[in-house]
């Protein structure tokens, strides 16, 4: 049976409160280094243009039956022709984004910066945390869990008999890690450089390729079965009509 512990206000104004505001000002910093660290690049003309180009077919699939079957065919040719569409992507010239970025040097050093902003501060406050405050039930909290949780919420404490809903020093780490990402927005906007979910995310991958989006564009557009909607138009209002008089 789970035992019900009396948390001393001490670990309340000692680990709980210092480990807040520590999390939160760490936080604000690395916002403001990373700021300084981050280099101003010019937005490349021709990925600018392969989205509005992606943009405008995707509005012509969405109404294609608003448009005659001439002028949808011939918006089509446009897009999909496999000389000089503007969907078309010759074999051989699609863009590696692995390849880019080793090729750039520029791009790399961002990364590594964004990585290096991200990693050595995590890295410095969980030592500071697992040194100073390790082993402390540093809260609890106010509705029940089931055992699932236990290994979220009870990092570095190996006792079965502690409830679930009490939360250990290193699982207040995390949990402040992960969840300030709305604090953070309030305090420093939405475009904020603090968000280590995205982060981490954005770790796994090297970039985006265009080439790839212009294929299934042009894939869709080819699928697409025109059914001009005006020649019929006076049946379904008719129809509408009867319903609302009937």
Do not use: C
């Not at 690395?30 to 981050?38: D, E, I, T």
């Not at 029940?144 to 404490?157: A, D, E, K, V, Y």
């Not at 009490?166 to 939405?190: A, M, Q």
């Amino acid at each position: 049976m789970a035992e019900d512990l009396v948390l001393d206000t001490a670990i309340r104004d000692w680990v709980l409160i210092p480990l807040s505001i520590v999390m939160v000002l760490i936080g604000i910093l690395r916002y403001f280094v990373s700021k300084l660290m981050r280099t101003s690049q010019l937005p490349d003309a021709k990925i600018i243009k392969e989205g509005q180009v992606i943009i405008r077919a995707r509005n012509l699939r969405a109404a294609a039956n608003f448009i005659p079957p001439k002028a949808f065919r011939a918006r089509k040719v446009y897009y999909t022709n496999e000389e000089n569409g503007l969907l078309h992507v010759p074999k051989g010239q699609g863009q590696n984004p692995q390849a880019q970025m080793l090729s750039d040097p520029n791009m790399a050093m961002d990364m590594m910066k964004k990585n290096l902003s991200m990693i050595i501060p995590q890295t410095l406050t969980f030592a500071w945390v697992n040194f100073f405050f390790s082993g402390f039930v540093a809260a609890k909290i106010p509705f029940p869990l089931t055992q699932r949780f236990r290994s979220m919420l009870q990092n570095g404490i190996d006792l079965s008999t502690v409830d679930v809903s009490y939360v250990s020093s290193r699982s207040w780490y995390f949990l402040n890690l992960f969840g300030l990402r709305g604090l953070f927005s309030l305090i420093l906007g939405e475009e904020n450089a603090t968000d280590d979910t995205q982060r981490m995310m954005q770790m796994s991958g090297f970039g985006f390729d265009p080439s790839k989006s212009l294929g299934a564009e042009k894939d869709g557009l080819d699928i697409v079965q025109h059914e001009w909607v005006l020649p019929k138009f006076e049946q379904r209002a008719e129809a509408v009509l009867r319903k609302l008089v009937s």
